[in-house]
């Protein structure tokens, strides 16, 4: 029996839930203008999946990464959401981004 698929399938599902509350504390701490972070990460990922000779891990690493670069998509969303007044707005924002 090969159970590479199901536990491929498994962490998927995981990683797209475990990626859901990073983007909304994302753009609740600091805004749509995270995205650059989540596009290094997601090539990062990516491109390290090219080099793992496991193909279970490969794929893991390969999922942490295209879903990273979907998560630039969702952080844009996340900031029309929060215009709705589907999600809370943080209204210091701007204080969480400066280094004192």
Known sequence: MNFQGIIIGVMAFFI?????????????????????????????????SLFIENNTISAIVGV????????????????ERVKKGWFPNNPNKSKHMKVE
Do not use: D, N, R, T
Request: net charge negative; proline share 4%; aromatic share 14%.
């Open 64 to 79: 942490i990464g295209f879903s990273s670069l979907w998560s630039i998509h969702e952080v844009i969303e996340q900031e």
């Open 16 to 48: 797209i839930g475990v990626f859901h509350p990073i983007v909304i504390a994302s753009e609740y701490y600091v805004g749509k203008k995270i995205w650059p972070l989540f596009l290094i990460v997601g090539i990062l990922c990516i491109g390290i």
